[in-house]
């Protein structure tokens, strides 16, 4: 199996250890982040979504024009654009770019957050929701003819796309969600499922699931781990700037009040959360320290050592059928880049020389 790497572009420089500083959305900070995950040889970088944040289509359009090789991974959450103009979205910007967009789907585990976006319903039903969106997206990315559909949330007549991807079947899909829910449909749906940064046991737990759900409907899939690597020329000095990152994410959340102030309700954070109650170092080098501290605000687990001890760890998740690494870092320019220089190069390598040799 191969490896592909994911960077992260935000639309401006903050993190947990970084205030955010307007404004909101820094042309200058996207177009300096993706140049620096091309430079690097990330295959792609992630654009996020957030009920109130800038859009992120547009944002990867903007990311896609200042580069000329980097591929988007653009978050989407479906329910609030209509199916079929989505697909043509996604399929636009896919010819103008060259064919270098995927589509993560990102249902939502938080009520609150949906609700702003004018959302009231529970997140099964979201998740049955996503299920019949991206029915008819694929229809619309992939029929030759007008189609008609007729479902609980969406019905349309005579729905076709003049714009075709020259990608077959269709644009790559990522999923992300960990509940039974979440599961069912990217069983159905996903070419490549999303999780966070797990342990060992939990990720092979929840590959195994997944993997029988897309057994069910005669597909497979493949899987991505979501990480933050903390690297430093020896493994004490690793860990010692963990422990700063720790500090330094503490003091932040103190100062701006942003610990999380209820349990998760997504099942990935609880996940996250688990891990942490089991102690802040597990398996070789997973860190959970940032998750158990704010609460697994999302992607909040890290592998911490030289990059050769952090390649040796991922080669770990490689063997338990993760393809795709998303990683960025606490300090997401100059991590971006150490992480090109020192980690992406070497864990390419490990990996080939793994592969057997075709007789």
């Known amino acids: 199996m191969s490896v592909e790497f994911i960077g992260y572009i935000g639309t401006r420089l903050q993190s947990e250890i970084i205030p955010a500083q307007p404004p909101v959305l820094d042309p200058a900070h996207v177009e300096q982040a993706a140049r620096i995950h091309e430079a690097g040889g990330f295959d792609r970088a992630l654009v996020a979504f957030h009920s109130t944040s800038p859009e992120s289509i547009l944002v990867a359009a903007h990311a896609a024009s200042v ?9 989407h959450r479906p329910g609030f654009t209509a199916p079929t103009v989505a697909a043509r979205q996604f399929t636009t910007l896919y010819v103008f770019t060259g064919g270098r967009i995927a589509l ?3 249902t939502g ?3 609150e957050e949906l609700r702003q976006d004018g959302s009231f319903i529970g997140k099964d039903e979201r998740y049955a929701r996503t299920d019949e969106y991206l029915d008819i997206v694929r229809r619309e990315w ?3 003819a007008p189609f008609d559909h007729q479902g609980k949330y969406y019905h349309v007549e005579q729905a076709f796309s003049a714009v075709k991807s020259p990608q ?21 749906h996903a070419d490549v499922y999303a999780l966070w940064g797990e342990t060992y046991a939990q990720v092979a737990e929840l590959v195994g699931r997944v993997r029988a759900e897309a057994a069910r409907h005669g597909r ?7 990480l933050r690597p903390i690297l430093a020329d020896t493994e004490a000095k690793a860990w010692a700037k963990a422990d700063e990152i720790l500090e330094r994410a503490r003091d932040l959340a103190e100062r701006s009040n942003s610990f999380r102030k209820a349990p998760p309700e997504n099942a990935g954070s609880q996940r996250l959360l688990d891990a942490a109650a089991k102690g802040a170092r597990l398996d070789k080098r997973l860190w959970t ?20 001890q ?17 990683i960025r870092g606490f300090d997401p320019l100059d991590d971006a880049i150490a992480y090109g220089r020192d980690l992406l190069p070497l864990t390419r390598e490990l990996i080939a020389r793994r592969r057997p040799v075709a007789a």
């Open 67 to 75: 580069t000329s090789r980097l591929g988007l991974l653009i978050a």
């Open 104 to 106: 993560h789907v990102i």
């Open 109 to 111: 585990g938080s009520d």
């Open 142 to 144: 992939t029929s030759t």
């Open 168 to 188: 077959h079947p269709h644009i790559p899909v990522y999923f992300g969600g960990a509940s039974d829910a979440a599961i069912r449909v990217a069983g159905k």
């Open 220 to 226: 497979k899939i493949r899987f991505s781990l979501s």
């Open 289 to 308: 320290g940032i998750a158990g501290l704010l609460g697994a605000q999302g992607s909040s687990t890290a592998l911490v050592g030289t990059p050769e």
């Open 310 to 326: 952090v390649a040796d760890a991922l080669l770990d998740y490689h063997d338990l059928g993760i393809t795709t690494f998303l």
